[in-house]
């Protein structure tokens, strides 16, 4: 019997990027409320596969192969920290960005290239990607009270991010949250 692994796709962060994040987390979301992504975890999720066995690594490392060849590095920018997803639904604190073309047209080859195996267990997201980073969780619903107000923590922070690679990442559960581990990466058409 093969290992299960939870797993998803995303682009990274360079790390003046991810300081910037930081600086923001530490100097904002200083509350009881949150639980910070730590800076090396800050990424960008393309597309997530959740519970998946060795056979599907093996098939999804080939479809980010085969999209790869695809694309050329490209640049992402988000701007805009606010809580999500929805007012009415508080989890987490994100940057997020507009939808730009490149970004929505390598997460749909990717989840087309994704559905053509049989063997990885896939949903794909039907509704609106809304690109972001995730900077913080709330941590539980008897805290959302004392969560600070909306002035204070939503703000433009501009980032751009240079997207010249996909890594397939493991998810892994600990008493602190969950850790992200680099299984495979795959670059964007170097020329």
């Known amino acids: ?7 998803f796709i995303a682009i990274p962060l360079e790390l003046g990027n991810k300081e910037k994040l930081v600086k923001y987390q530490k100097n904002q979301l200083n509350n009881i409320c949150f639980r910070y992504v730590s800076e090396e975890d800050l990424h960008l999720t393309l597309v997530f596969l959740g519970d998946n066995d060795d056979l599907a690594i093996s098939e999804v490392t080939k479809s980010m192969d085969e999209i790869c060849k695809h694309f050329d590095p490209f640049t992402i920018k988000l701007e805009q920290i606010e809580y999500g997803p929805t007012p009415n639904h508080l989890r987490v604190v994100w940057i997020k960005g507009e939808r730009e073309k490149t970004l929505q047209d390598l997460k749909n080859k990717l989840q087309e290239e994704l559905y053509s195996w049989g063997d990885i267990n896939f949903q794909g997201e039907h509704k609106g990607f809304v690109p972001h980073i995730t900077l913080a969780r709330i ?5 959302k009270d004392l969560l600070p107000p909306k002035e204070k923590v939503e703000t433009k922070l501009p980032i751009n991010i240079t997207a010249d690679k996909m890594i397939l990442f493991e998810s892994n559960s600990t008493k602190h949250g969950p850790e992200y581990n ?9 020329k």
């Open 139 to 143: 941590k539980n619903n008897d805290t």
């Open 1 to 7: 019997m093969s290992n299960t692994h939870k797993l």
């Open 182 to 190: 680099p299984i495979y990466e795959s670059f964007f058409n170097k």
